[in-house]
């Protein structure tokens, strides 16, 4: 079965900075892999995928991920930083075999401070 | 742009209540799927189904029934609530094939039992 890993429950870095929030996965065969960000009360919005071909994909928001099958890791990163991008972002995965099962990680949570 | 609405914000009901939690989509999805997100827990999965009237149990579905009369609609029940059942719901719908594996969220009900 498939799983997800977010390591860190907070990052914190300075409006401006590059962010990275950090994601590595378990998947028996080739993983489809996603990024949603989720503001206060509010759903889960869906920020970027990688499904196949280039390892860089960029998503809404100026966020981008890059796909490292060596590492198992699929980390999100932003140049610079946004006090507006504060929020929890979630890791999920899914198995290309199975079309039901997505599994998502324990959440990150993001503060952008000015 | 997809749509999913759920039918309540937020919700308090009493202890041994029967729930009912309402999830429409508007983009035709085959999948639906209701999840509950506990902090330091992420989301995880109650039930899911990829039909009309079919239905399949996720990693939590004791305490939880579905039904699925439409395509469109979800209900998720709660036959006598507990304490132990306060939590965010979400429901999310995606299409079963195809290159848009992603799935699409809804606000969120809020759930307290008393």
């Known amino acids: 079965a498939q799983s997800v890993a977010q390591p860190e429950d907070q990052v914190n870095v300075a409006e401006g900075n590059p962010l990275t929030v950090k994601c590595t996965y378990s998947?028996?065969?080739?993983?489809?892999l996603f990024w949603y960000v989720q503001y206060p009360n509010r759903g889960l919005q869906f920020l970027l995928k990688?499904?196949?071909?280039?390892?860089l994909v960029k998503g809404s928001y100026g966020f981008e991920a890059e796909f490292n099958k060596s590492q198992t890791s699929f980390h999100l990163k932003k140049p610079s930083a946004l006090v507006s991008d504060s929020a929890l972002y979630f890791c999920?995965?899914?198995?290309?075999?199975?079309?039901?099962?997505?599994?998502f990680g324990a959440g990150t949570r993001l503060t952008v401070k000015p | 742009d997809v749509k999913v609405t759920q039918s309540s914000r937020y919700l308090v009901k009493r202890t041994g209540e029967k729930v009912f939690l309402e999830c429409v989509q508007d983009?035709?999805?085959?999948?639906m799927f209701w999840y509950r997100q506990d902090p330091g827990l992420g989301l995880r999965l109650i039930y899911f189904?990829?039909?009309?009237?079919?239905?399949e149990k996720g990693d939590i579905p004791e305490g939880y029934s579905v039904s699925r009369e439409k395509k469109e609609r979800f209900s998720l029940i709660l036959e006598s609530a507990s304490t132990n059942q306060t939590s965010m719901y979400l429901c999310?719908?995606?299409?079963?094939?195809?290159?848009?594996?992603?799935?699409?969220f809804g606000p969120g009900t809020r759930l307290t039992v008393t």
């Open positions: 999920a995965v899914r198995d290309i075999r199975d079309n039901n099962d997505m599994r």
């Open positions: 990688y499904i196949t071909g280039d390892n």
């Open positions: 999310a719908s995606s299409f079963s094939s195809g290159l848009s594996y992603e799935q699409y």
């Open positions: 983009m035709d999805h085959e999948n």
């Open positions: 189904s990829y039909d009309v009237k079919m239905k």
């Open positions: 998947v028996s065969g080739n993983p489809y």
